[in-house]
């Protein structure tokens, strides 16, 4: 768990990043919010791949039904920067941009721990469900 804890540091936290830059960039063009939905989609939809083929090694591309799983905790997490920004906005009215970064890159890193465990524990199990012929019980054999 810890080897994929890393891979998912690594990919998601690199993806935050780029994300912390293009938000703000974005933000100049429409509402920061409407920003920050259209990055998290993108971002959600890169990082779901690369945490099947990589950070959890699924053996392949994610699919619809991971990429809706992941959706969840993408909006969560969507709700938790988003949040943290406006909040800081509303204490301070024009906030310097290492401030914001910071504010997002931490609320990011809160929810990414999270976003971690339920993509861990609910999306990318690695647990299989026992094959049909394994819950059939077979009649013991009776010998005389």
Do not use: K
Request: hydrophobic share 55%; with cysteine.
């Amino acid at each position: 768990m810890f080897a994929s804890f890393i891979r998912f540091v690594a990919f998601g936290g690199g993806t935050g990043v780029l994300c912390s830059l293009a938000v703000p960039t974005l933000a100049t063009l429409m509402p920061w919010t409407l920003a920050n939905a259209l990055i998290t989609i993108a971002s959600t939809l890169l990082c779901t791949e690369l945490h099947a083929r990589y950070t959890f090694r699924t053996g392949g591309r994610a699919g619809w039904r991971r990429h809706w799983q992941s959706a969840g905790s993408a909006a969560a997490a969507y709700a938790a920067t988003s949040i943290a920004v406006l909040t800081l906005h509303a204490i301070e009215a024009s906030p310097g941009l290492l401030t914001e970064q910071l504010v997002y890159l931490s609320a990011s890193a809160l929810a990414g721990i999270g976003r971690f465990l339920i993509l861990r524990l609910m999306v990318f199990t690695t647990v299989e469900p026992p094959a049909p012929s394994a819950l059939v019980r077979r009649p013991a054999l009776v010998t005389a």
